[in-house]
């Protein structure tokens, strides 16, 4: 039920009575009065001295923008407060336009009315939530504008809403006055719903198609009865056709009224859909549009927008052919491109989506555009907003830090002039954070990195080398030999045979570690026969991820593209799921890629019912759920203890049945190889510390979310976490697992543990997005961690939690050549590989990716385009 601002009002007492008792404890809070910010301007403001990042008219270096009664009324340098104006010292920042996300489903108290194929009466409007704790999140990320969309169970949905991200304001605030008014279309899998025993005409893309046509057709005669009738009104004997509200709207949609936002993934399903507005003179973007790539030269010619992720993969059978180079291929065709969020709340990287653009030939202005004025265009709002200029509304965000760049944060977001967000900084990182003052673009050529020549010994020379387990040594050398790491600096020499490589410019690192991902076993999220990590069942130790890896599973080649080189890979379903796999990224075999499995058993802490939720879940419902998990608990703890006395019994010759499942426990009691507690709540991973210390396990948390709400025990315990870091792409949400939980908890948890002296190292939990693996690692330096202590969590310390640091994790004599060299930062997110050794062999930086790019950025040839081949 939503909650009413009298309700709010009614518990102001109680907020601020729990954040006095929170200021009082070591643990950081945030309620509403924290996220409420402390400066207020009326829509009166002067921002002074910043790096102003206007979009549509360039950079001004220590510019100043000038907001009065909520307008912009002047961007320039010099400017002069007028009497009573509040002054904002943006020295060392960045301001830009308030962000625009043009696909939204924040606010929003449903999302879906599948029940027809079309129900183009429904309004978005209708449900808003202004009180939705999303909205906080979304100023935190610097958006201002959202437009919230429909969702895409049916062919025509419901009507779209703009609004600002006003939180906690009243409706007629929230809702942008005057945007166009929009509707949802949906294309592919969704509307027709595979694998749902769908009873629904449609079930088929065939049928998707027929619904628009029908309806289009049902709508010409709804108006052509309406137009006859207007011109007879006159006559009391001539009654007007029957009202019918949907008609009504599939009407304005023909007449112009209402815009298309169009939900789509295939090209071919595209191409139908623009050729369909193009005859039915609708006004169309393309919502997701993941293969636009593919029809780019026509979308541009065409008129017509896409908005679409920067990245997001394989998390279902249509997406197989998305890719990180669309938005740069559709921008290079001409196509108005941006990137959108497609969340209900959390906090998003959407700077950091649309910046990856740059990796592949974007201009910084262009990836900026994406976020800002493009999306305005899409929603038909950039006459109000998108760029920073006179008589535009004074939606403003400033920056620590580029806002394309990996190490930036929004901390402060104004709406109409008013502040609506303001960084706290409740784990007091920013003194020690990271933030970067510039972004570049890169040359993107996938033909440029040539394989070296195939040899058995290789010398990296005149790179600056990060050894990790030392200090950097710049101007230096790395030889690789059968396999190994033969030497380090100065003692490096080449011998016969060796091939030279110049590394002058490039940094080279010692390969990345994914703590914990589904690569491998996971291939295609909604194909449940590509998918081979979770199995029924709630006790099977017995099972091994190693004899089920594909190691020609196409996630592979894509880690290996940003610089992973070794993955565990883990099971998952039950409580005791089975035994993960530790692999590199490249191989022959499922032997040839075993590092050294078992990583680990992975278990999965029974958890029961949130207590911060007690007051708002029925009583008698809630006991249940406790019972519940007593019962789990007890279940939980009779497995570990029954498989002690089996050990113990075996030990000393008794005669007892085989249990493989029993048996497969043994290494874990006995120490001898880790236990994997998944545990993210502070309950769940005392609980798994509680079990460790009562079996004498070998102890790892894996995922942690709320590791920095217990870092003492852990510490005590002397246990590490393998980190879930904060996702660096759309459409992942990033919010803590708590209400009351700061905005920055996911992105602190690294520096509050490192600081604790607990040694982590870095898990994506995936297996689509498993690529973007040192992006979220780098996220966390602007909250607070090191670069150099971000590059160890990712390769020395994440070996040493998996017991394989004499093998790999640092670039030390003797250990495997799993090797990456770069042409700048690997955590920011315009590097680039330029060479990649696994196992000392040189592999190629190819993948999917790199395929589909040779052969559709073709298209952008013009006498390849002609024909529309």
């Not at 570690?513 to 996971?522: F, L, Q, S, T, Y």
């Not at 660096?728 to 920055?744: K, L, M, Q, T, V």
Request: with cysteine; hydrophobic share 40%; charged share 25%.
């Amino acid at each position: 039920m939503r909650r009413t601002h009298a309700t709010f009002s009614a518990v102001g007492a109680l907020l601020a009575a729990f954040a006095s008792v929170a200021t009082a404890q070591t643990t950081p809070t945030e309620v509403a009065a924290d996220r409420h910010p402390t400066f207020h301007t009326n829509g009166d403001v002067l921002i002074k001295n910043g790096r102003v990042l206007t979009v549509t008219q360039g950079t001004i270096e220590g510019g100043d923008v000038l907001i009065l009664k909520g307008k912009i009324v002047q961007v320039g340098k010099g400017l002069k407060a007028p009497d009573g104006i509040k002054v904002i010292d943006a020295t060392g920042k960045f301001v830009t336009p308030g962000i625009v996300d043009a696909h939204s489903h924040r606010a929003s108290d449903d999302t879906n009315e599948g029940a027809d194929a079309i129900t183009a009466e429904v309004r978005i409007q209708d449900i808003l939530n202004p009180d939705s704790l999303s909205l906080y999140y979304a100023v935190a990320s610097g958006m201002t504008t959202s437009m919230v969309l429909h969702g895409s169970a049916n062919p025509i949905g419901g009507q779209c809403q703009v609004i600002k991200n006003k939180w906690e304001r009243p409706i007629r605030e929230i809702v942008f006055d005057g945007a166009p008014r929009m509707v949802k279309f949906a294309l592919g899998e969704n509307p027709k719903r595979p694998g749902q025993n769908n009873q629904r005409f449609p079930a088929s893309r065939t049928g998707v198609e027929a619904v628009y046509r029908r309806a289009f057709a049902d709508a010409r005669d709804y108006m052509r009865a309406w137009d006859a009738y207007e011109k007879q009104k006159s006559d009391p004997k001539v009654a007007p056709p029957r009202k019918d509200l949907r008609l009504d709207a599939l009407a304005d949609i023909l007449r112009g009224r209402i815009w298309v936002q169009c939900h789509s993934y295939r090209q071919d399903e595209m191409l139908m859909m623009a050729r369909l507005s193009q005859e039915f003179q609708f006004h169309l973007c393309l919502q997701h549009a993941l293969e636009s790539y593919k029809i780019a030269p026509e979308l541009a010619k065409a008129h017509i927008p896409v908005s679409m992720f920067g990245d997001g993969f394989t998390y279902k059978l249509e997406v197989i052919d998305s890719m990180p180079m669309a938005t740069a291929i559709c921008d290079k065709a001409g196509v108005i491109v941006s990137v959108n969020t497609d969340t209900e709340s959390g906090t998003v990287p959407i700077t950091q989506d649309a910046a990856k653009a740059m990796r592949y030939g974007i201009s910084a202005d262009h990836a900026l555009r994406m976020v800002t004025i493009n999306p305005a265009m899409e929603i038909g709002v950039d006459k109000r907003v998108g760029s920073l200029e006179a008589g535009k509304d004074g939606d403003v965000a400033i920056w620590q830090g580029h806002p394309l760049s990996n190490y930036t944060k929004c901390v402060m977001t104004f709406i109409d002039g008013e502040v609506f967000f303001e960084r706290r900084d409740a784990f007091k990182v920013d003194g020690h954070s990271m933030a970067s003052s510039a972004v570049s673009m890169m040359p993107f050529d996938p033909d440029r990195n040539r394989l070296p020549k195939l040899s058995t010994s290789y010398l990296i020379e005149g790179a600056t080398v990060h050894p990790v387990s030392g200090p950097d040594l710049p101007n230096s050398k790395v030889l690789i030999r059968d396999g190994l790491i033969a030497a380090v600096g100065d003692g490096a020499t080449a011998g016969p045979g060796t091939v030279l490589i110049d590394g002058k410019g490039l940094h080279v690192y010692p390969g990345f570690i994914d703590g914990g991902c589904k690569a491998g076993i996971d291939e295609i999220g909604e194909v449940s026969a590509s998918q081979d990590s979770t199995e029924n069942g709630e006790y099977k130790p017995d099972l091994m991820a190693i004899h089920s890896l594909n190691p020609d599973n196409i996630h592979f080649p894509k880690q290996r593209y940003n610089g992973v080189t070794t993955v565990v890979t883990n099971l998952a379903g039950g409580v005791v799921a089975g035994q993960a796999a530790v692999v590199d990224t490249i191989g022959m075999t499922t032997e040839g890629i075993d590092l050294a499995s078992p990583a680990g058993l992975d278990v999965y802490v029974p958890v029961g019912p949130d207590p911060r939720f007690k007051d708002f879940i029925p009583a008698e419902q809630y006991a249940q759920m406790e019972s519940g998990l007593a019962d789990r608990t007890k279940v939980f703890e009779a497995f570990f203890e029954s498989a002690k006395r089996y050990g113990e019994a075996k030990a000393a010759g008794e005669d007892v049945a085989t249990d493989v499942k029993l048996d497969a426990m043994q290494p874990y009691l006995k120490g001898n190889k880790p236990v994997i507690f998944h545990a993210d709540t502070a309950a769940s991973i005392r609980k798994s510390l509680s079990m460790a210390k009562k079996f004498g396990l070998k102890a790892i948390i894996a995922g942690g979310a709320e590791a920095w709400q217990v870092v003492k025990q852990l510490k005590e315990a002397n246990v590490p976490v393998l980190f879930k870091g904060p996702s660096d792409a759309c459409p992942d949400e990033i919010a803590p697992p708590g209400e009351y939980d700061p905005y920055d908890a996911p992105y602190t948890t690294p520096s509050v543990l490192h600081d604790s002296g607990i040694r982590f190292g870095f898990m994506t939990d995936s297996f689509d997005m498993a690529m973007n693996l040192p992006f979220n690692a780098g996220r966390t330096c602007a909250f607070g961690l090191s670069h150099s202590d971000a590059i160890k969590a990712l390769t020395l310390d994440a070996a040493k939690i998996l017991g394989i640091d004499s093998r790999v994790g640092s670039l030390e004599r003797g250990k495997i050549a799993n090797v990456i060299v770069t042409d700048g930062d690997p955590l920011e997110l315009t590097s680039q590989l330029r060479y990649l050794f696994v196992k000392g062999k040189p592999v190629a930086l190819e993948s999917r990716y790199t395929d589909l790019y040779r052969k559709y950025s073709a298209r952008l040839n013009p006498s390849v385009t002609a024909d529309r081949r």
